[in-house]
């Protein structure tokens, strides 16, 4: 079923939430320059570009964007809500960054955030109706997001889950919000349960959790175009490439991977899954991949082990399994996305953040993606945490760092937190790190935040901040290439 809106609930820019949020003029300063696209100071809405989970359809983690660099200065840094909000990525488009935040764990309704890309300015928010009755109608109740918004052509596409519904008001659904007012323009409802949205040009294709279908819906419309209704148990969305749709196909006799076409879902081709990655039974979760013009990348996980596994796009072939537990020497339970950049594959592990004992808590290695070979290894003395992000010449990662004994006194005054919201470049040629930067509270604090994946643009970086705890604030830090140190009261000790 697909709805037309009966109602978007909105928040008028200028309401105030908690005490470090900013608020907005309604007007993006991208969104004003974007006539002047050619002139290298103008910050056009096109600047600002990484419009869905890993950055694009084909879940790459890879952005053609300038480096940040030679080292990182402070855009700027908003907080937000305290919401036990789940996605680890941020959207950036139309000249706006997009979070999602939990506003009743009864229900598991989100409301969807919009910020200006060039100020951190709040343009609005998207409420759901309280499930009290006041507000709304439940069609309109966006559910449970597990996954960053998908961005284009100016419309915000969201997939949420029921969650725990209350009564008659079911959330979740498929649903589609104007990128520079926040309205809805359609909701489609007819399943639930709604993961992993891929925006391929004029098509949005997702999961349809509750039937275990791989669907496409009309961007326009909210009609759904087509779903994969073959002799399976099940199917997992994840990704797209060259109007392929890539899917995990489970059937009685075991996964595959299967080719369907992006235009109607026909079944293009099959193959086996490699034995090690049809292992990989992550409850509720598709592996994570990266596909490139030959091959997939598989981050898998079995049992303690954590490996790399390409597959031969052309005849299915496994042309390598690199395991990632050989090569730090012990199992750990957390294991990133991949990066497909320039013939290299960069993914980290990390083990539990309760495991403070662990001198290298977290490696991360850069990989031949044609070989599997090694090429550098990175370990860290901190939990990288989130996946990696990458440029042409620079990997990105966030993690929590402490600040060095030369940072400002202001940060001792009261009892500091250990460890603060950290982001470090590292070269992709070598693996040394290039820069890294922490963002401590104004007053030292107590809210012991860390950052997750960095997401990079032509104009910058930007990278959500969040905590363990329940109340802990999910806040935006977006920092810019600057020619200057960074300076003690940000610089965090060595990675």
Not at 17 to 40: C, E, F, H, K, Y
Not at 66 to 73: H, I, M, W
Not at 234 to 260: H, I, K, M, Q, W
Request: hydrophobic share 35%.
């Amino acid at each position: 079923m697909t709805d037309a809106p009966r109602r978007s609930v909105l928040k008028a820019a200028g309401t105030t939430v908690g005490t470090a949020l900013l608020t907005s003029a309604g007007i993006s300063v991208a969104a004003q320059s974007g006539d002047d696209a050619g002139d290298d100071d103008s910050e056009s809405d096109e600047s600002y570009t990484w419009p869905m989970y890993r950055g694009g359809p084909a879940r790459t983690g890879f952005s053609e964007a300038v480096d940040v660099g030679p080292s990182a200065t402070k855009r700027f840094y908003v907080g937000d809500n305290n919401d036990p909000s789940t996605p680890t990525e941020l959207s950036v488009g139309d000249g706006r960054v997009f979070l999602t935040g939990m506003v009743d764990d009864v229900t598991g309704a989100n409301e969807l955030r919009a910020f200006d890309a060039g100020t951190g300015e709040r343009e609005w928010t998207y409420e759901p109706p309280s499930r009290d009755g006041a507000g709304g109608s439940p069609e309109e109740g966006l559910g449970d997001v597990q996954d960053p918004p998908a961005v284009g052509d100016g419309t915000v596409y969201v997939a949420s889950t029921a969650h725990n519904n209350d009564g008659e008001w079911a959330y979740g659904g498929l649903f589609a919000f104007d990128a520079e007012t926040g309205e809805v323009e359609w909701t489609h409802r007819d399943a639930p349960h709604w993961r992993n949205p891929i925006l391929a040009g004029d098509t949005l294709v997702a999961q349809d959790l509750r039937n275990n279908l791989v669907s496409a819906v009309d961007t326009d419309t909210g009609e759904r175009e087509w779903t994969v209704e073959l002799d399976l148990t099940e199917s997992y969305l994840l990704a797209v490439r060259d109007d392929t749709v890539y899917a995990r196909l489970e059937g009685p006799d075991g996964g595959s991977l299967g080719g369907l076409s992006l235009a109607d879902g026909s079944l293009h081709w099959k193959h086996d899954l490699p034995p090690d990655v049809d292992a990989d039974q992550r409850q509720g979760e598709p592996i994570s991949v990266a596909v490139g013009e030959d091959a997939i990348y598989y981050a898998t996980r079995t049992g303690d082990e954590n490996a790399v596994v390409a597959q031969s796009l052309e005849d299915g072939s496994r042309l390598w399994n690199r395991s990632l537990t050989e090569l730090c020497g012990e199992p750990r339970p957390h294991l990133s996305a991949p990066v497909l950049a320039d013939g290299s594959i960069y993914v980290f592990t990390t083990a539990d953040r309760s495991a403070d004992t662990l001198a290298s808590p977290s490696s991360l290695w850069a990989l031949d993606a044609e070989s599997g070979d090694e090429r550098w290894q990175l370990n860290s003395a901190h939990h990288l945490l989130g996946s990696p992000t990458a440029t042409r010449g620079t990997v990105y990662v966030g993690t929590d760092v402490p600040l060095t004994e030369d940072a400002s006194r202001k940060y001792y005054d009261t009892e500091p937190i250990g460890e603060y919201p950290t982001v470090a470049a590292v070269d992709a040629a070598d693996g040394s790190v290039r820069w890294a930067y922490a963002e401590p509270p104004e007053n030292g604090g107590e809210d012991e935040l860390y950052a997750l994946t960095p997401v990079v643009t032509d104009r910058g970086l930007f990278v959500k901040t969040t905590g363990d705890d329940r109340d802990s604030a999910s806040r935006i830090l977006a920092l810019e290439s600057s020619e200057a140190e960074v300076g003690p009261d940000h610089r965090p000790q060595d990675l």
